[in-house]
């Protein structure tokens, strides 16, 4: 059993949605190469961070991202196996790109209550102020906003009467 810590800059860019592994950006792997009857089993974390926008409000975005795998890497035999050992040495690029990629977020968010964008304006949404927003009434309904009582409520809604 062999275990090794690499520091390494990203191949290529890794992830092809809103968010992805740049290229260049540093890899911290923590490996386990453990010696078994078929190959060679290989184990291992890796830390790093994603970039890209939020999917709600477009803001640029870096977050973390933490990655545990596993593979059995065959010796060459008869059949052809998904990974194998090739002259004494495992190809861990395929493996640890396919992992980090999975597991990047398909509509990642800057924090988990964005509000998002406003769909009238294309404005960034802050945090209310506690004044109810004014919700756009479809036009074809708008012609209903007249029909009301002569006690000034709209039509169908109960009056406010509290009984003792």
Known sequence: MREHTLTIPAPDRWGEGIVSVPQ?????LDVRLESVHEGILVSGDLDTEYEGVCGRCLRDIAQP??????ELFE???EETADFEVQDDHVDLETLVRDAVVLSLPFQ???QPDCPGLDP??????????GTPQQVPVDPRWAALRGLTDQNGLAAGAAPDTEES
């Open 75 to 77: 010796y060459p035999g």
């Open 120 to 129: 009238a304006t294309g404005e960034r949404l802050t945090e209310s102020a």
């Open 65 to 70: 991202v933490e990655v545990e795998f596993q």
């Open 24 to 28: 260049g950006k540093e890899l911290d």
């Open 108 to 110: 990642p968010v800057c």
